[in-house]
């Protein structure tokens, strides 16, 4: 078998996508332009109406009218958080907490205000820090880098102040740490990626917060609370935990008005708002509605008409590298408004009585001020942040023609070492060169050396070897096999047929990819995916009928009667057909909602057992989670057992008899103490504490060591040798030395000598076989069941208990889908056991896409589970890499999942060969009951063709590389052709970072399963070589 070739052409294919996402990505995810300058207060400046007026000491450009303020930011507090409406007699949990603010707005109108402030997306925290710090607009590309935050380099709030010698002092969230370094007079950061923490910070800012205040030293003071937001995470807005939150943050404001001074500005605002499930990070009406209170004791607003001819002036004269006609635009709207503006003003000023319609001019003032400030932003926007047109394209060209590439090789593929030499050395030459010869480029130029350039222009090369390659190997193959071309070599009708058999799955693909070009569609997906496996499988069926594969012969009877007989295996179809839409329409029960559906509730599983209140609930969702996943065990090792591969000594066979069971007790009392975690008190809360920590590590470890012994030595088969004489079972071997011909010789001949003594056996009746191996026919499979097996507890630990649930679905409809694939083969009579219709693949890769809404996920940002990162974490985490890896596998367990099994769609229909022990069979004569010997040999018919098993792995690893490639395109054109709609932020950007990241996670988890396979079959051929020395 020729392992190392096939794992090296799909490592290259996926190196080609990987090359066509990062081309593609670089030009659509917009780029934001810096500007390095930094301002001062020697700049010359617009004259203010304080014009030749003497400045206080310590002003810059304008009066200085405090000496201190202090800035308290609460971490998602939304509008509604903060209004206090005293009509309402049974309110929320969260609302009308935060009285003493409407105490202060009602009792000081002219000291405290409370505004409706509006947050620019993705609202996710670090880009709204930026934001108010620095007045620019954050870029959709900056959400990533919530895992990793960067140092703010253009000109902003905190630097100003530093530069001018003020004192600031901040505590709470550390991610202020990372954007502004070394800029804080004194500083208290207290880690925040926890969000099942809801009081670390909080508490750590309490305890600093009053006694800085009365220091005194200090200019500005800047404290992050998050204890809201976090709770909003963990339970969502609508929950007791929210309401102690809130009440707490009321006192506090009120204990810090007590401590404040004359000369001192309060701020309390939210950066963002909050959804009702608690998220945030997109462009929501309830994310980006946050409040904004401010506060003095000394009087800050009159009855004046307010001051903002200087402010629209100033934007205007900043705003020099705008487009000339957009600029004039600009100029033309600010100059109109601010002729009435001086017109009303003047009109006011006057002795004589205000005319009654001057509420009407200044209202229509204000929406041509505000029409004014929007065009602005919006030419601000399209300014800052611009696409590469031309490294979109050629993304796009790039992941379009690595798709073909797989198509071809897939149907065109050999065991050959003219095709690797051709299709794969060749190539991978070509783009070697063509990256050596523009590093040598860039070395003679001294340019920075842009890599992802590099990597783009060596796979269009290689690429591009791969087809000039092609095409002059494929016509000698054909003149190598005495034929002409596959489609000159076939007559018209068969040509059809074979078109007509590829038709209906690749419709299905081709809607698919379709639906991507509506944002209705991507919205609905949860519910098109679904349909479409569903669709699809029926298709499979109807097919079958139509080719009369469901009916016996029909003999002169039924032909005299006019109807047919159905074979009796369409009924077990049927029954697994129904099996399957159970399954789908069981799976939507687990769904996640999108705020552009507003009706959508989202589903009661995806909240932890520690949200419930009601106890008997929570303890019958805990005894039903913990017995389905004991039921999993008892299922797998069922399995296992009927097929002979638990019946060794080895410790893989150990560890599943003993492991599995106690990562479920693990598992389960993972469960148990964190749904009790907030109900424990004294020293039981340290020890519940302890053991969240102690159970998922143990679950991980014991997950580990199963996962080393499967690598190490993943044979199940238990050998029992009872020969009566010391013959060697094999005749010796004359040829070269070489191990692969060595096995290649020796693997039928052990065949042939089993066979011989079970024909001996029952010739004579009654003798014992000489050797006896047991689970040798599913011996690939079963390592495949066991890896998926550790994998799912491993998924299932970083969701919360009830989803537990649909993971067990998950394996259900899995396992359906595979007897399906396995039936529909034997009834269509498919001479080609070796090749995996293309069918199956897509069925496969829609279920994937299925279960990635049903474990409770959308391709949303507020929809990602941040709980995961601190699965078995109490602490922060000292590296962001480990955070991103628990939330990527929490995110995309369903594409780990069925790419892993992948392999299990060439070896299920072997395993499935053997008919159950069960089954009553009528007595056959010795002969025939050797013929069947002879026949049900199951997945070790792969071991008589080693070159036809690593085609079949190649095979099937590209046409499953091509589905995904087909759907990431689909996503990849979409963004770029509708780049310009008025939805691509919300729906379609985000749906192909999903799509990519999907496809980046599946291309990897694909080539461990098929590597895990080959590491199987080496330990099956040192498993033969050790039999044939005794």
């Known amino acids: 078998m020729q392992r190392w070739p096939v794992l090296l052409f799909l490592a290259w294919v996926c190196f080609l996508f990987f090359a066509g996402i990062g081309l593609f990505m670089s030009g659509f995810l917009l780029t934001r332009i810096e500007l390095a300058s930094s301002s001062s207060c020697s700049d010359p400046f617009v004259p203010p109406s304080w014009e030749r007026q003497s400045l206080p000491p310590g002003s810059c450009w304008a009066p200085q009218r405090f000496s201190k303020a202090v800035l308290v930011i609460i971490d998602a507090l939304r509008f509604e958080f903060a209004h206090f409406n005293p009509a309402k007699a049974s309110p929320r949990p969260y609302e009308n907490k935060l009285s003493f603010l409407h105490h202060l707005v009602t009792s ?9 402030f509006r947050a620019d997306p993705p609202t996710a925290t670090m880009q709204r820090i930026k934001g108010l710090t620095t007045g620019s607009l954050p870029t959709f590309i900056d959400v990533g880098s919530n895992f990793a935050t960067y140092a703010i380099q253009e000109d902003n ?43 670390t910070v909080d508490d750590g800012i309490l305890q600093h917060l009053y006694p800085t205040v009365d220091s005194g030293e200090w200019d500005m003071l800047i404290a992050h609370f998050l204890g809201v937001d976090h709770c909003g995470h963990k339970h969502g807005p609508d929950h007791a935990e929210m309401a102690k939150k809130l009440t707490q943050m009321n006192e506090m404001l009120r204990s810090l008005v007590e401590h404040l001074g004359n000369d001192t500005l309060l701020l309390v605002a939210g950066d963002h708002g909050m959804t009702e499930t608690g998220d945030h990070g997109g462009d929501s009406e309830k994310e980006v509605n946050a409040a904004l209170f401010v506060y003095s004791k ?39 408004a601010m002729e009435e503006h001086a017109q009303l003003l003047a009109q006011v000023q006057r002795p004589t009585l205000v005319p009654p319609e001057l509420e009407s001019r200044l209202g229509s003032l204000i929406g041509r001020f505000q029409l004014y400030l929007r065009e602005a932003r919006a030419v601000c926007t399209q300014s800052w942040a611009r696409f590469h047109p031309l490294r979109m394209v050629g993304g796009c060209t790039l992941i379009a023609a690595s798709c073909l590439l797989c198509y071809m090789a897939s149907e065109l593929a050999t065991a050959s070492d003219s095709f690797y030499r051709s299709c794969l050395l060749y190539p991978l ?89 509506s944002d209705s569609f991507v919205v609905a997906e949860a519910r098109v995916a679904p349909f479409l496996l569903a669709s699809l499988v029926m ?40 099996m399957l839409l159970v399954c789908v329409r069981l799976s939507s029960f687990f769904h996640q909602c999108r705020e552009e559906i507003p009706q959508c509730r989202p589903s009661l599983f995806l909240s932890p057992l520690a949200s419930l209140r009601n106890t008997r609930a929570k303890n019958l969702f805990y005894l039903l989670c913990v017995a389905l996943l004991a039921g999993l065990v008892c299922a797998v090792r069922s399995w296992l057992r009927h097929y002979g591969n638990l019946n060794s000594s080895d410790p893989l066979v150990l560890f599943v008899r003993w492991g599995f069971p106690l990562v479920v007790l693990c598992i389960a009392c993972y469960w148990a103490v964190a749904s009790s975690a907030d109900d424990s008190l004294g020293k039981l809360q340290e020890l519940v504490q302890v053991a969240v920590v102690a159970f998922p590590w143990a679950v991980y470890g014991l997950a580990s060591v199963g996962l080393l012994l499967l690598l190490c030595n993943p044979m199940t088969v238990f050998a029992k040798d009872t020969r ?69 507890f491993l998924l299932m630990l970083l969701h919360s208990e009830r989803l537990s649930l649909a993971f067990l679905l998950l394996f259900l409809e899995a396992f359906v889908l595979l007897h399906i694939h396995t039936r529909a083969r034997g009834l269509a009579g498919d001479a080609e056991p070796f090749s995996v219709p293309w069918y199956a693949v897509i069925s496969w890769l829609l279920a994937a896409s299925q279960f990635f809404y ?16 601190f699965v078995g974490f109490h602490l922060d985490h000292s590296t962001n890499l480990l955070p991103a890896v628990l939330v990527g596998a929490n995110t995309f367990a369903s594409h780990i999942l069925f790419a892993v099994s992948c392999p299990l769609l060439l070896l299920w229909p072997f395993v499935c060969e053997m008919p159950s022990s069960q089954r009553k069979k009528p007595k056959k004569e010795p002969r025939e009951e050797l013929q069947e010997v002879e026949e049900h040999m199951m997945e070790m018919r792969l071991r008589e063709s080693p070159e036809k098993f690593s085609i079949a792995l190649l095979q099937l690893g590209l046409k499953y590389l091509f589905v995904l490639g087909t759907q990431l395109l689909a996503c990849v054109c979409a963004a770029m052709i509708l780049r310009r709609h008025l939805m691509v932020w919300k729906v379609f950007a985000p749906k192909f970072l999903f799509e990519s990241l999907g496809f980046v996670v599946s291309s990897i988890c694909l080539l461990l399963g098929i590597s895990l396979v080959m590491r199987v079959d080496c330990a099956v051929s040192t498993w033969f070589s050790q039999l044939q020395l005794r």
Request: include cysteine; hydrophobic fraction near 45%; glycine fraction near 8%.
């Open 854 to 869: 049903s474990t409770g996920h959308q391709p949303i940002f507020p929809a990602i589970h941040w709980n995961a990162a």
């Open 108 to 116: 000081q109108p002219r000291h405290a205000r409370l505004y409706r």
């Open 298 to 336: 000394t009087p800050l607003f009159g009855t004046g008409p307010p001051e903002v001819d200087r402010f629209l002036h100033s934007y205007s004269l900043v705003a020099q590298d705008l487009p000339a006609e957009q600029l004039q635009h600009l100029q033309d709207l600010f100059s109109g």
């Open 157 to 199: 709030l905190l630097a100003q102040l530093v530069q001018n010698g003020r004192r600031v002092i901040f505590m709470g969230d550390d991610t202020w740490e990372g954007l502004f370094p070394k800029k804080f007079f004194r500083s208290y950061f207290f880690p925040s990626f926890n969000v099942k923490d809801l009081h």
């Open 724 to 792: 009566e004489s010391a013959g060697s079972i094999v005749t010796p071997y004359l040829g070269v030395p070489s191990s692969e011909v060595d096995f290649l010789h020796v693997i039928p001949q052990i065949y042939k000598r089993m066979q011989e003594s079970q024909k001996s056996c029952l010739e004579r009746g009654g003798c014992k076989a000489t050797v006896a191996a047991y689970g040798l026919g599913s011996v690939y499979s079963a390592a495949l069941v066991i890896a998926l097996t550790l994998l799912g």
């Open 539 to 578: 298709l499979l069926i109807g097919k079958l009928h139509w080719d009369g594969r469901l009916t016996v012969p029909e003999g002169p009877k039924q032909q005299l009667l006019g109807f047919s007989s159905y074979r009796r295996e369409i009924w077990y179809l049927l029954c697994l057909v129904a």
């Open 429 to 517: 030459l070509w783009g070697l060169v063509v990256a050596v010869l523009l590093g040598l480029a860039h070395a003679f130029t001294q340019n920075g050396l842009d890599l992802l350039l590099v990597s783009s222009w060596a796979a269009a090369a290689s690429q591009l070897g791969f087809f000039w390659h092609w095409w002059g190997w494929h016509p000698k193959r054909a003149r190598l096999v005495g034929s002409q071309p596959p489609l000159a070599s076939v007559s018209l009708r068969q040509r059809l047929q074979a078109w007509l058999q590829l038709a209906f799955p690749m419709g299905i693909l081709l809607f698919r990819c379709g639906a991507m070009f």
